[in-house]
């Protein structure tokens, strides 16, 4: 099985100093590397919290979240992450969570 990524980006009114160009992009990916791929993100949020790097920290579980990781009870109980709990945007990344 393959999943399809499908991103855009761009703006539809650009500042003179930015492009006007608009870029779509669709990447499929088996689905066993996908999985591997969420694991290592995973890993690098995990790396930057406890370094005490919130704002990658968040970064990367924001990346995490927008690849498929929904797994709430790992976000809620993961010792490594327990640092940023305290942080406001720790409850509005659980909010996208869907899956508990």
Known sequence: MYL???DESGVTNPHPSQTSHYVMLGLAV???TWFALTRRVRNLKQ???LEGDRDTAF???NRSVALGNENKPVFEHDPNLADLR???RWAELIKRITRT
Do not use: M, P, T
Request: glycine share 6%; hydrophobic share 55%.
């Open 30 to 32: 088996h689905v066993g």
């Open 59 to 61: 970064e990367w579980l």
């Open 86 to 88: 305290q942080d406001a």
């Open 4 to 6: 399809l990524y499908v």
């Open 47 to 49: 790396v930057y919290a």
